[in-house]
């Protein structure tokens, strides 16, 4: 290839939306709602979730849709993972301040309502409050055939945190341990470049994954049908996003019994990989650098992406997961006793690196893998 | 005109969207979350809000987004009151269950980010934030070029409500009499149908309104640049949708308080007229009947709705508000004390009917406005 793929040139400018998201704040005031009242705003560091008073606990709201991940369920009418995929997208972010999250509403838009995609989502998000153990509190399906051309999916997640409890990065420091999950795929992130790298091979959805997808194990792949013959390609870009409440959730809980040497304070901050891959960790704190030095596996559709794709390795770091959906900074003294915690509950978790202080910034194994800015 | 308008024709299909949704619902799993914790589900009749438990307290949901209103502001690039459609359409279904709104957070989809778009619906949500007292807890902007062809706006909004004081429709009956809310004009349901009358028309959104706006009053147009001159349609039809947290969390406040006479439990149901119009009323009882004797006076963009579109009068009032956003039932016996209390900061509320036993069915002073299902 010429040139290069990169996320901007799959057709999403990640400044522009930056651009327009400031745009938008800039233009909110503060809370007419008062301190100590329900619903006073609360400001954490990270910006994972938007924490609000509410008697001695905190309560948490996370919002976000699936996005272009859409686009191939769309292709496939293949709609068994989105729910599952919309609820890791939001239920992920609560954790990421310590909250455990307890309901969550759906926001569907179609160009024309479907009953059996409908039957087909509402299957996919009862199993996804399942895993995530919430409650579906409401949902809204608006037709909107002017609006959109095919099928968007979005959604709010509910938790709580007593007060006090948070996770706001403020005790990271300099020798904290990193704690690496396993994500099951490329999650609900970097879908805009999948499909331009898809576009160019002229490869199908369809087709038999040119690669080993049994050796990844820790993927969950959700087709009828599939029993008896290869994964597709199509198939294994639609593998559910991983939700993170087990073992978080029990982890949090945990922290909170005599069961355990170590205790919430020693959870220093809890990154949700999403767009922006690495880069992520760098809103957990101002001034603490990040060192990745055992990364996670990534999963073998990384790999085929970036060489069908001639994408540079930084830029892949940029947009996906490469392997690792969660990363949890935890005090020294108990690193391996809380990594060994989880991974008897999630096969895969592995310490990965540490922070530093040598500045604002992500290095990794993989010289070039760097990132100074999210 | 050979055949009437109606909002089927307009490209709605309501009972294609009730199989749909009745679709989803049915593939959901009732919640893990066991009664007594926080997040367990609680079930009230009527489902304008979901509610879950949470301590001494409920919390509930409610999400649900501008619908095709945003094709006009897209249209004519207005977007100052559509944060505040949004809004209202959220935390007016709140009010329904007697719960106080306490945050939000906005979902929007963009084929495209647009700085200048955003900064204008910010400033749209903050004013929202301001009128229903409500702090913005998050939000997100996803750009889905394969998805949306122009901006999808939608809400989730967060209220809460002590345990025993939810209004829950079950305290409803024969006698009771029906308070009506103004609304402010068309709010945010049946755009279908006036896109439609406007195409049929031949109209365009820019033309000076055809009757006098002015003498509505209670309507609050947003638009720079109107003064010194007339309203036009486009204007008229994008009057942001009333926020009735004030006047009716100071309702819900004072019925604590010992200021009134009256006391929350004499609040038996209230209603968010939307989508569907005065049937509406029907969701809040399975048996009882309704009857609006002396209906609120309709906005002038109603009357040429109808006329220019050769609309049934049935039909308008199954589609629109007809002039009246909110009805609160209350008890007989304090009904004009709540009516003058709720008149007093308010203009234009007052008595409009009453609850009978008659069948469950809405009736109403014009003859034929009839409804037996939702």
Redesign the interface.
Known sequence: MAEPMDYASA???ID??G???????????R???QPGT????VDLPGGF????E??D?L???????V??K??IASALNQWGGVGIDCMAMNVNDLLCVGA?P??F??????P????????????S??EA??LA????????????????????L?G?A?G?VKKGDTITGENLKSGDVLIGLPSSGIHSNGYSLV?KVMEHTGAQYTDEAPFAVASIGRSVLRFEGQEGRPFTLGEVFLNPTKIYCDPVVDLLHACATDEVAFSIADLHGICHVTGGGLSNLLRLHDQLGWHIDAPLQPHPEFEWLQNVGGIETREMYRTFNMGCGMIIAVDAEHASDICDWLAQRLTGVAIIGSVNDAGHKVTHAIEGVEFTHY
Chains 1, 2 share one sequence.
């Open positions: 057709g999403v400018d522009l939306e651009s327009a998201v400031a745009s938008l704040i800039a233009s909110l005031g809370s007419t709602r329900p619903g006073a705003p979730g938007g924490l609000i509410f008697g606990s309560l948490a709201l996370a919002t976000d849709g996005g272009s859409l686009q455990e307890i309901a509403v759906d926001y569907v838009a179609v024309k309502p479907d009953p059996e995609t409908h039957a087909a989502l509402g299957a998000l009862a409050c399942r153990r919430v409650t579906l509190a409401g949902g809204e399906t608006a037709s909107l055939p002017g609006i959109v051309t095919e099928l968007d979005s709010t509910l709580y499909r």
